[in-house]
């Protein structure tokens, strides 16, 4: 099959390239939106690349003391964190096996990158969108926190007014 | 060529369907998020239907009266809505231009339906995805009236909000 290989190396070298950040979390959602975009959105007429983006919010720093000194001690923070790390963790692991179902077939399984980073999922989605040179967003509109969104609005929608590209927002039929 | 266009019918029959509308308006971001959808979303591998739609402004009734009675005559209304008319027709004419040079060879060129209808783009839009059992809806994130823009929030975030098919904004490079 190194021939095989060759010639399907040289036609993708052809074809446009496409960087698409798709934007995951523990939601069913964003899995729903990860699978959407392999079905309806990446093609083999493309040269794509996904991007699995991940955003690891830092547990919330409580500056308030109360009778017993500060709410959290550096131990439940490091054991938070190490939570943290294990939930990013599965649903990277998650996000990649939708991947590799769905992601063509051997010769031309889809290129998949995985990034996880600390920090608001508004903040650290649209970052990587630039710092990537994406060309396209794809994420679910639910998610990234129920009670964050409730206090500062859709992450979707902050994404969608603020990176340059074009956003695919992608909700999961109810 | 008869055999090669019903192996075509055929092959086309086994695809799955999908219906994308696309907002457009006289904006040059509308042309380019269809353009964009044209070459990155609509693909050989389903059967896509591109519904072009266009929302008709009605002009502003003003109930205000000054020294000579009503802000506008009838007459003025008719001659705005005609001028409407002929908005509505030169953007679908460029729209479905574009649609002729990007939708595919002579084979397998892309369906293209176009709906006009009157009110707001926000009600018009959201409804018309409803109405035609839409699988995606494609729109430019600017347009659809400065003004209203400025005093009811941007359309496309209201629709992404609104409608339940996911949503593709698209941004014109600047």
Redesign the interface.
């Known amino acids: 099959m190194a021939e095989g290989g060759a010639a399907a190396a040289a036609a993708s070298e052809n074809k446009e390239e496409?960087r698409i950040v798709v934007a995951v979390d523990e939601s069913e959602e964003s899995m729903y939106a990860l699978t959407?975009c392999l079905k309806?959105?990446v093609?083999?007429?493309?040269n794509d690349t996904l991007f699995l983006v991940y955003a690891n919010n830092p547990p919330p720093v409580y500056t308030a003391v109360d009778g017993s000194g500060y709410l959290f001690s550096s131990d439940i923070i490091a054991t938070m964190e190490r939570y943290g790390g294990e939930v990013a963790e599965s649903v990277m692991e998650k996000a990649k096996k939708i991947c590799r179902d769905l992601g063509g077939g051997d010769d031309d399984q889809i290129k998949v990158e995985t990034r996880v980073e600390r920090g608001d999922a508004r903040d650290v989605i649209c970052k990587m969108v630039e710092r990537l040179n994406a060309d396209?967003l794809v994420m679910g509109?639910h998610g990234y926190g129920l009670i964050k969104r409730a206090f500062l609005g859709?992450v979707?929608?902050h994404c969608?007014?603020n990176v340059?590209?074009?956003?695919?927002?992608?909700?999961k039929?109810k």
């Open positions: 496409r959407w309806n959105l093609s083999s007429n493309f396209i509109s859709s979707s929608n969608a007014q340059k590209s074009p956003v695919m927002i992608v909700k039929p």
